[in-house]
């Protein structure tokens, strides 16, 4: 039990911030519908919607958590939840796609600060024996607001309209940020003294902006000049980072400790799998079941409410019993109900639908804090910022693939049109080759997750 006052407030002052922005997250894919008939958004702009505030994360997570490694992590956690606050208002102004996107992008940067943050902070106010108990509350808050999103966003688009959606969570960020302020003490800067890597920090950043986007526009040609510029520009990145005294991205984190390295890939391939899934769902919901915003978000809390209940579970679990084998367990119901999503189709039954949606949920909050305890436990404290860094980057990299996925697929399906009832037959196509790819992508998480618990590992030091 944790009786420590200080160590109390910070982890609910992290669990409310890891809460408003993951509401953010899934909020926005149920109100995608009204959004595009209001601002005329096409199929492919609507994954760019969301897409916008995972690519910057992805970019910036890194530089995010070993700049709060050197400077504190009290003060990028704070500039990041401060930022998050304008963005949030800026988004509920939009008068255009280009401005709505635009300010998902000041959005993405600003999570990326709180998220390269947040399970630093709290593996470091606490120790091995507590940690799987805070990482599963803050898991579980994360998944909470993943949890309440669908179901947010679809009450207040209908009642209220989809731009309410960030009036509120802008309210709610500024007190995040008046908490952090006044009751957060210390700033937990383990590498302080150290040099911050700014050309690896740029070289990164670029590459892998470039990488993803170029992804995203797969066939075309550019699309694979900018995958190999991307794929060039990270191999300079490891290079120059092999030759830094104080790199960005310690390599040496990777050397020897394959917990550290198959549990982050493990939660990019789940990530992928599980986020891009939740837009298809959203889309499928109302377009081909026809279903209201509010009621679809309904619909969508059977996926997202046992991953808030069994995350503090699991997270408990995992003091006692090896994380990875827990996770390994989540990891197999995620696929298993991804073979049913291939299904889909216009006559499947509503009941069918949230059987697939509870079977992913409960993986999902079975597998996401033994995952983080597997992967913040296998690293020495001065690593911390860089962990929880290359954590966010594998799951907002992870939903940027699968965003992408998506998006090449909508391209090659619809095209630039809105999905309007002519175009129903193409999205529901588009909707199955994407959860046959998922699915595969759900095995190889399987398969990745059962390779990192093949030996006892070296790196292991969870108990520290």
């Known amino acids: 039990m944790i009786r420590d006052v200080s160590k109390v407030i910070t982890l609910v002052i992290v669990t409310i911030a890891g809460t408003i922005t993951s509401l953010m997250m899934s909020a926005v894919h149920i109100a995608l519908p009204t959004m595009g008939k209001e601002l005329s958004i096409d199929a492919v702009l609507m994954g760019w919607v969301i897409t916008a505030m995972t690519l910057p994360q992805v970019a910036i997570l890194l530089a995010a958590g070993r700049f709060a490694d050197i400077y504190g992590r009290k003060k990028v956690f704070l500039t990041g939840m401060a930022l998050f606050t304008v963005a949030n208002f800026l988004c509920a102004i939009s008068n255009s ?6 300010s998902r992008v000041l959005q993405g940067i600003a ?17 091995g024996r507590e940690r ?40 709610l ?39 993803i986007y170029g992804f995203t526009i797969l066939p075309a040609i550019l699309g694979f000049i900018l995958v190999v510029v991307g794929i060039a520009g990270l191999f300079a990145f490891v290079r120059l980072e092999l030759r830094m005294e104080s790199p960005i991205f310690d390599l040496n984190v990777f050397r020897g400790n394959r917990v550290f390295v198959f549990s982050n890939l493990a939660l990019m391939l789940h990530f992928c799998a599980v986020f891009a899934s939740v837009f298809l769902l959203s889309l499928y919901l109302q377009y081909i079941l026809e279903f209201s915003p509010q009621t679809a978000g309904l619909i969508m809390l059977f996926q997202m409410v046992p991953m808030a209940v069994l995350a503090p579970i699991s ?27 291939v299904f889909l189709g216009e006559e499947t039954t509503l009941g069918y639908v949230i059987g697939g949606l509870a079977v992913m949920g409960i993986g999902s909050g079975v597998f996401s804090t033994p995952n983080a305890n597997a992967i913040m436990g296998s690293v020495e404290k001065r690593y911390l ?45 588009s909707t199955r080759v994407g959860f046959i790819i998922f699915t595969c992508l759900g095995l190889c998480g399987v398969l990745v997750q059962l390779i990192s618990m093949s030996k006892k590992q070296d790196g292991d030091i969870s108990q520290l």
């Open 97 to 102: 796609a280009v401005m709505l996107i635009a």
């Open 111 to 127: 999570a990326g600060m709180a998220f390269g943050t947040l399970m630093a902070i709290v593996t470091s106010v606490f120790p």
């Open 132 to 171: 799987g108990r805070a990482l599963g509350a803050v898991t579980g808050a994360i998944m909470a607001g993943l949890a309440a999103g669908p179901f947010y966003g679809g009450i207040v688009t209908e009642h209220l309209g989809w731009r309410s959606i960030f009036y509120i969570a802008s309210a």
């Open 173 to 211: 960020c500024l007190v995040a940020v008046i908490l952090i302020i006044w009751k957060m003490k210390g700033e937990w800067a383990e590498a302080k003294g150290e040099r911050f890597d700014i050309a690896g920090s740029i070289i990164f950043g670029i590459s892998i902006i470039v990488l």
């Open 315 to 341: 997270g408990r679990i995992s003091d006692r019993v090896n994380p990875r084998l827990v996770a390994f367990a989540g990891l197999t119901l995620i696929f298993a109900g991804l073979i049913m999503f």
């Open 385 to 429: 910022g860089v962990a929880a860094g290359t954590q966010g980057t594998m799951r907002s990299s992870g939903q940027m693939v699968g965003m992408a996925i998506v998006m090449i697929l909508f391209a090659m399906y619809i095209g630039d049109a809105a999905i309007t009832p002519e175009y129903y037959p193409a999205f529901l196509t």
